[in-house]
């Protein structure tokens, strides 16, 4: 198994982006990029947590899944080698949309052969994003020694990929999140095997006693018993078992619902490519001035790639 990146981090602090604003435009006591999972890391242990939300707060989540950096291209302009469109596409709908968290909830690299300065490329893309960047693997980035992410673990190369300002959840046995400002915790689970042994969902702790909780998971879910054979398989049981307000799902690249009694879950579509159409989901969370939560609401936003492709871009 790879070097661990990321262990149940508890608690995230708001830490500023390093270098001031972001390429995408800053907002006001919005949450620019977390720091280095190793920062993060240190500051939960030595207890340095955040305060709660204040009464009258929304949190928007904007969840993706299925980029493919490494196979998709945009559909106009020029591009470099390894085309950064759906990166630039999903930053502007963060900056769009006035999103506090980006979930990229696996496949985000196509495959294991690119190079590590096309890596390092979008980890500084996605760093540059005013928001706070979560990232799991999928079954294209899946999280084994022969991986993206494991053959590129050497010291050097973390830095590279956490560095950056995101924060990968690698931990096969799942890992938990908690942003105090947002009063939001976030569990999810790294895959490691894409096989019918391997379930995203298992293992989800309890539901915390209070805020709102998020489950993600990269996988296949069971609609009929003839999908008892798909690898990482999800069941409608075990997404309403998470007790969470949301469970961000990736995997199947066209939006699609599905969600189980009282849980929200939602297969975001795929930012660009085929088959795609071109969409992520924007989650809404708020908590009104009285201190009543309101019902979380889910709606599916368009993800443009630039006009004029993503060569020039930086």
Known sequence: MPSS???RIRTVPKVPPAG???TYGARTGSVGPVASCLAVRERAETGSLETGPPSGHQLRVLHTSDVHIGHVRGPHGTHRDVCQCPIHALAAAVAQHEADVLLIAGDLFDHARLRRIDVAHTMELLGSVDASVIIIPGNHDVHD?????GTHADHEHRLEVTGAGVIFLDDPEGATLHFGE???TLWGRAMDSHDA????LAGVPARPDAGWFIAAGHGHFQRTPDDAHRSSPISAEE???TGADYVALGHWHVTTDVSVGDVLAWYPGAPMGMPSNGTASLVTFERRADGVREPVSVSHVAV???GDGCAEMT
């Not at 020694?145 to 992410?149: D, H, N, T």
């Not at 042994?197 to 995203?200: I, S, V």
């Open 239 to 241: 997404i309403e078992a």
């Open 197 to 200: 042994d391997y379930r995203p």
């Open 304 to 306: 443009t790639p630039p």
């Open 20 to 22: 001031g604003a972001s």
């Open 145 to 149: 020694e022969q991986s993206l992410w």
């Open 182 to 184: 947002h009063d939001l």
């Open 5 to 7: 990146l990321v262990t």
